[in-house]
């Protein structure tokens, strides 16, 4: 996948991108990042890419020329059909099954966001997309655009080590993920639950769907509302939420 990414802060990518499985997937050819200074294609003498809003206010905005620019002449005619995303606190939620969507794309662009905000004509005539990463406002996109990097491309094909890590991971069906534990068997007197040891796969597997079940519904109700569950699924939420009201009582 081809990520290019449109900012006024390439420096900050630096750290993120070069570690760990995004720079595994990097060298493996499985992702690319492409960094764009957004500076660069802005033609005054100063370089100023933002400006005092019209009917006045705090802040400085995003101007356009610059950034309209800066995609159209990187990306040209590969501009057609390409998701153009602004990360924004204004845009929709960035979900799991977001990322999911975007992994599917050959070559994502991804606009960050200024502080004070972006001239409203970028939103409504050059993104195609604007996402959140969540309620709570950053100083900028960047750090937005590096959520959405990262949890797209651990989902690409070949970029995780199993492919099932990410069938299995919290959110991937819409349920949080059930406990994990390894060696020792005890530690300072805490121990692994006995179904885990006992090699009974079986056993295992309806324990872990009860736990992401007990999890979802105890600390994502919200979650639950949207899972897709399957018949027996269904069954074990009900009998816990029956197991639930009857100790609440
Ligand atoms: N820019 C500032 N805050 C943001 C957020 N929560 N999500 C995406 N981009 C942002």
Do not use: N
């Not at 050059?126 to 937005?144: H, K, M, N, R």
């Not at 805490?190 to 796969?201: I, N, T």
């Amino acid at each position: 996948m081809l990520v290019h990414v449109f900012t006024l802060f390439p420096e900050m990518f630096q750290g993120p991108f070069q570690a760990s499985i995004l720079k595994r997937a990097q060298a493996g050819g499985l992702l690319e990042v492409r960094l764009h200074q957004v500076r660069d294609h802005a033609h005054d003498r100063h370089r100023i890419v933002d400006d005092a809003p019209y009917g006045g206010g705090p802040g400085m905005i995003l101007k356009p020329e610059p950034l309209f620019e800066a995609v159209e002449s990187v990306l040209g005619t590969a501009l057609r059909g390409m998701p153009v995303v602004l990360l924004s606190p204004q845009g929709r939620l960035f979900t799991q099954a977001e990322a999911q969507r975007l992994a599917r794309e050959p070559a994502v662009a991804l606009l960050c966001g200024h502080y004070g905000g972006v001239d409203e004509r970028i939103r409504e005539q050059l993104a195609t997309d604007e996402l959140s990463i969540g309620d709570y406002v950053l100083t900028g996109g960047e750090l937005a655009a590096m959520v959405v990097v990262d949890a797209v491309s651990r989902l690409l094909p070949g970029v995780l080590g199993s492919e099932e890590a990410a069938a299995q991971d919290s959110h991937a069906r819409g349920l949080l993920q059930y406990p994990q534990y390894t060696r020792p068997p005890v530690f300072r007197g805490w121990k692994v639950p006995e179904v885990l040891l006992s090699g009974d796969h079986g056993a295992v597997g309806r324990w872990r769907t009860v736990q992401s079940l007990r999890r979802t519904q105890e600390r994502r109700p919200d979650l639950l509302e949207r899972a897709s569950l399957t018949p027996e699924e269904r069954r074990l939420l009900d009998e816990l939420q029956a197991h639930r009201q009857q100790e609440e009582r």
